[in-house]
């Protein structure tokens, strides 16, 4: 059989799936894959954790054009759902409390790259429904301009007399789990956050709860004081605007460290290309694409350039996170956080 060296370190290994045929090689995935010529994707925006990178290396090495259409864990999987086999996307990028929710819904099939064993037992799913290709650790990042003292613990928020965005609670993975992050570090945890709750409510009641979208283009327009977001957001959203411009932190009283995983649609018109892209992200080049957008690699055993170590936070900053130790107790509170965030944060806002 065929065996075509994907990138450098990893193997041209075979492999055998479910929902591929068996014994079938990587090279006949390439070709499959190149006669589809197309990658469609949901959340997987180029300025997300530099997935740009990735889809450039895809259409250089196997000509696959692509297109995305940003939207939240919650919507990529409704949408799923939504269009089967009027499927309008391949592949797309959720938070990890929700991909064992799309896996239920029946929206995804599985694929496991051929580096399938250096991802940890934690972060994949058995059956290949779905990996964590990256983490990323909630951080505050502030406009320097506008906030003399950025904060650097979440009791500083309460005392501070900025605006702070969150974006789209009970929605999307990144504003979830800055609840769950609070929720950390006032003493609850994935089972409780009521503690979260309160202090948010709080921040309504002071009317300094933004609704603002903490995106680049906002930053960048000074309509965002301080925003609460993955690491690797807050560091690229910096380092594209102007370094000098803002500060990111890692709340230093607690944090929550989590992940995204690619999860490939059960309906989609170009299978191959959407598993040749799950391959290519798993591989040392994709892991360090990522890298490069600054999200942390699930793959440790991928050694990245200085020049991107350098980009990222000290370890340091890190001493005081938290992982979701019980997944179904993280997901029944995140399927409850929109009606409370509705009934307890949002109706305080001043």
């Not at 997935?51 to 692509?66: A, C, I, N, S, V």
């Not at 429904?129 to 979440?154: D, E």
């Not at 409510?201 to 301080?226: C, D, H, I, M, Y």
Request: proline share 4%; aromatic share 10%; with cysteine.
């Amino acid at each position: 059989m065929n065996r075509l060296l994907m990138c450098a370190g990893l193997t041209a290994t075979l492999f055998s799936l479910n929902v591929f045929a068996q014994d079938e090689s990587i090279q006949a995935l390439v070709e499959a894959a190149k006669k589809e010529g197309h990658v469609y994707s949901v959340g997987m925006p180029d300025s997300w954790a530099n997935w740009k990178g990735t889809w450039q290396d895809l259409e250089k090495e196997y000509g696959l054009k692509h297109k995305d259409t940003d939207m939240s864990s919650a919507q990529e999987i409704a949408k799923f759902d939504a269009e089967k086999k009027n499927a309008t996307a391949d592949i797309g990028d959720i938070g990890f409390a929700f991909a064992r929710v799309a896996v239920k819904k029946g929206v995804t099939q599985a694929y496991k790259p051929t580096t399938w064993e250096s991802i940890p037992a934690w972060a994949k799913d058995q059956e290949g429904h779905w990996a964590l290709a990256y983490t990323g650790t909630i951080a505050f990042i502030s406009n320097n301009n506008l906030v003399k003292n950025p904060p650097q613990a979440w009791d500083d928020l309460l005392t501070g007399d900025y605006k702070v965005s969150i974006g789209d609670v009970g929605v999307a993975a990144q504003a979830n789990n800055a609840v769950l992050a609070a929720a950390f570090a006032k003493g609850g945890n994935e089972k409780n956050l009521q503690p979260a709750i309160d202090f948010f409510a709080e921040l309504a009641k002071q009317g300094r709860l933004s609704f603002t979208n903490p995106g680049v283009a906002n930053l960048e327009k000074g309509e965002v004081e301080v925003a609460l977001m993955w690491d690797f957001n807050a560091l690229n959203y910096r380092d594209q605007i102007d370094r000098a411009r803002f500060s990111v932190s890692i709340p230093q009283d607690g944090s929550v460290i989590s992940g995204y995983t690619t999860v490939i649609n059960a309906y989609a018109k170009n299978p191959n290309a959407a598993k040749l892209t799950r391959e290519y992200i798993f591989s040392d080049k994709g892991q360090i694409n990522l890298a490069e957008g600054y999200a942390r690699p699930i793959r440790t055993d991928v050694i990245l350039p200085k020049s991107i170590q350098d980009k990222l936070l000290p370890n340091s900053q890190y001493n005081n996170v938290h992982s979701v130790s019980d997944f179904a107790a993280w997901e029944k509170s995140a399927r409850k956080l929109p009606r409370q965030w509705q009934e307890s944060v949002l109706i305080n806002q001043q």
